[in-house]
């Protein structure tokens, strides 16, 4: 009796990790799908009513519009002029806005477009402890100690900055953009960090 109930429950829960992730993943571009038609919807009805187009033509004009229209702000502030306006915006509005900073620094990991200031990833020891956390080598000294930065979980722009002995750092074969998700995401996927690694007491 025991064996068919551990049987229907983790098929039970197969089944649930086989389904939830697809459903929660149409859910998420459902969702995304909705606000974009909402964003474009009034730019949608002037082409639908210029052009008397059907209105799915007229969605994918508006989104090409709007790409269009992310390209040429990119490629503005390339220029002289675009980064001194970004830049005063930046300084006097932008950096007050609550969350700014966060996601843009998020946003430019994610997409792998930062300036890459950290070397490689690493799970380090800090203070004595056999508890492993996932960092980032900052510098690397002539007295093989390491610099390395400790992102806190959900906002990765503040933790802790230790100066670690090379035996208390473990490298990871991982880019930077893998480990920075499962920081953002509380821990979740951090089992990519611990393939082919071998971890002595």
């Known amino acids: 009796m025991k064996r068919l109930g551990d049987f ?3 098929t039970l829960m197969g089944g649930l990790l086989v389904v939830l992730p697809i459903a929660l993943t149409f859910f998420l571009i459902r969702w995304i799908f909705n606000i974009v038609s909402g964003f474009i919807e009034p730019i949608t009805k002037i082409i639908v009513a210029q052009t008397d187009t059907q209105r799915i033509v007229g969605d994918v004009l508006a989104i090409s519009i709007i790409i269009l229209t992310f390209f040429l702000i990119g490629l503005f502030v390339k220029t002289r002029l675009g980064r001194y306006i970004l830049c005063r915006l930046e300084k ?11 996601f843009k620094e998020t946003l430019k990991q994610l997409i792998g ?16 402890s056999d508890t492993l956390m996932t960092g980032f080598v900052a510098d690397e000294h ?6 390395v930065f400790f992102p806190s979980a959900l906002n990765p722009t503040t933790g802790l900055l230790c100066h670690l002995k090379k035996e208390d750092v473990i490298k990871l074969d991982v880019t930077v953009e893998t480990a920075m998700r499962t920081i953002i995401s509380c821990g979740a996927g951090a089992s990519k960090l611990f393939k082919n690694i071998e971890i002595s007491d």
């Open 142 to 147: 002539m007295d093989g100690r390491m610099t």
């Open 113 to 128: 477009q930062d300036k890459r200031p950290f070397s490689c990833v690493v799970l380090g020891r800090i203070f004595g």
């Open 8 to 10: 229907l429950r983790t």
């Open 92 to 102: 006097h509005i932008l950096k007050v806005a609550p969350g700014y900073s966060l």
